[in-house]
């Protein structure tokens, strides 16, 4: 099932910048996805597009069976808080709130009670159980960045956004975030889309896309390739 798809998506800005250009790709669900390629090259406006974050100049974004393109303004801001989980490389936590509260943010955008279970089984799904009454200077960078997953995760989002989501942290913080990411997509079949330079996490995901100049360059492993029997 294909949870995420990009049909000829094209971003143009002022002045004859083009961030994206004619691109086409789909995620299905339960696939880790690294998205790769030089500074400038169109990887955040892809996944900014992808996310219903930003609208495309021409093309067509489906998510969760639902067309972004044509969707109103409130429509599309509910199915970005109900059905996408966005990371960042700033952890972007409120550093007055707990984890728990931090990872209850979205239930209370949406209107919901920030329930106990629910935020439970999310700090619990990061590693951080023991972790919900800790604020974020209490945390290491790794554990702040996991708490920004849970959060993301706690809404059961059709599909996780990361941009260069271990940006911030050293080697061996990232490993451990880049475990978790891949066992969410291996434990709970849970779709993601990782931007990152580092061909090091590029390692963990499923599939590696490569951009320049806003153009998808081709991908590996090589869907066009014959299978080896
Ligand atoms: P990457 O994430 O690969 O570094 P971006 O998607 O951020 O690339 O940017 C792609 C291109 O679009 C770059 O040339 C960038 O300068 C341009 N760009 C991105 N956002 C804007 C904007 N809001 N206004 C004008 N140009 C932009
Ligand atoms: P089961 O269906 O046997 O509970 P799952 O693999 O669905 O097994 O879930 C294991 C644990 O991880 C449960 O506590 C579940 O609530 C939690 N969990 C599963 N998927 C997610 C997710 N996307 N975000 C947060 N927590 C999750």
Redesign the pocket.
């Known amino acids: 099932e294909t949870v995420v798809e990009l049909t000829s998506v094209s971003k143009h800005y002022a002045h004859g910048v083009v961030a994206l250009e004619d691109v086409s790709v789909g995620f299905r669900q339960g696939t880790f996805t690294a998205v790769m390629g030089p500074s400038g090259s169109g990887k955040s406006t892809l996944l900014q597009c992808a996310a219903g974050l930003d609208r495309p100049t021409s093309g067509r974004v489906v998510v969760d069976g639902r067309d972004l393109t044509t969707m109103g303004e409130r429509k599309l801001t509910r199915l970005r808080r109900d059905r996408v989980g966005f990371v960042f490389q700033a952890f972007n936590l409120l550093p007055s709130l707990t984890a728990a509260q931090n990872v209850g943010l979205p239930l209370r955008l949406t209107g919901r009670r920030p329930d106990p279970e629910l935020i439970g089984?999310?700090l619990?799904?990061v590693g951080l159980g023991d972790r919900a009454r800790h604020r974020p200077a209490e945390l290491s960078g790794g554990q702040q960045q996991r708490v920004a997953i849970?959060r993301a995760?706690?809404t059961?989002p059709a599909v996780l956004f990361a941009d260069e989501p271990t940006g911030a942290l050293d080697t061996g913080t990232s490993r451990d975030v880049l475990r978790l990411l891949r066992g969410?997509a291996d434990?709970?079949a849970?779709t993601i889309v990782m931007v990152t330079h580092d061909p090091v996490a590029a390692a963990y995901a499923d599939r590696v896309l490569f951009l320049a100049d806003g153009r998808l360059h081709g991908e590996l492993p090589d869907p066009t390739a014959e299978t080896v029997t």
Do not use: C, D, F
Request: glycine share 0%; charged share 15%; aromatic share 0%.
């Open positions: 089984q999310s619990e799904a849970a995760l706690v059961r969410l434990a709970h849970q």
